[in-house]
């Protein structure tokens, strides 16, 4: 089983930074991708950011240019440093995770969020 822990939510003016951090561990035989989503109350859940193991980046368009998803594959962590936070950035936050327990078994795991509050 993999786990992810998030930390780094928090509450933040608008203009603000935060950076969110997420640290897989468990039964890890590699990672594939690491990514971010984002629920805000009463709304779907949302991808945010994704990174591939090959470096290949997905971000909403509500975010390009603003959020940067960065990976460290030695240590199976991920960040998101968030830049000038809206208050419609506000939500909880979600890493993902999804890759190999061994050659041929398939893991997705979700980690517990963390909120992130962004003030007008």
């Known amino acids: 089983q993999v786990h992810l822990v998030e930390s780094g939510g928090g509450l933040v003016q608008a203009g603000g930074s935060l950076r969110l951090s997420c640290a897989a561990s468990?039964?890890?035989?590699?990672?594939?991708?690491m990514a971010w989503y984002r629920q805000a109350s009463g709304k779907q859940r949302e991808l945010v950011a994704r990174?591939?193991?090959?470096?290949?980046?997905n971000y909403a368009d509500s975010v390009k240019g603003r959020f940067t998803i960065s990976r460290d594959d030695a240590k199976n962590t991920v960040s998101l440093h968030m830049n000038s936070l809206k208050p419609e950035d506000t939500a909880v936050y979600y890493c993902?995770?999804?890759?190999?327990?061994?050659?041929?078994?398939?893991?997705?795991?979700w980690g517990q969020g963390t909120q992130v509050t962004v003030s007008s």
């Open positions: 993902n995770s999804d890759g190999r327990y061994t050659r041929t078994d398939y893991f997705n795991s």
């Open positions: 468990g039964s890890i035989f590699s990672i594939d991708a």
């Open positions: 990174l591939t193991s090959g470096g290949i980046t």
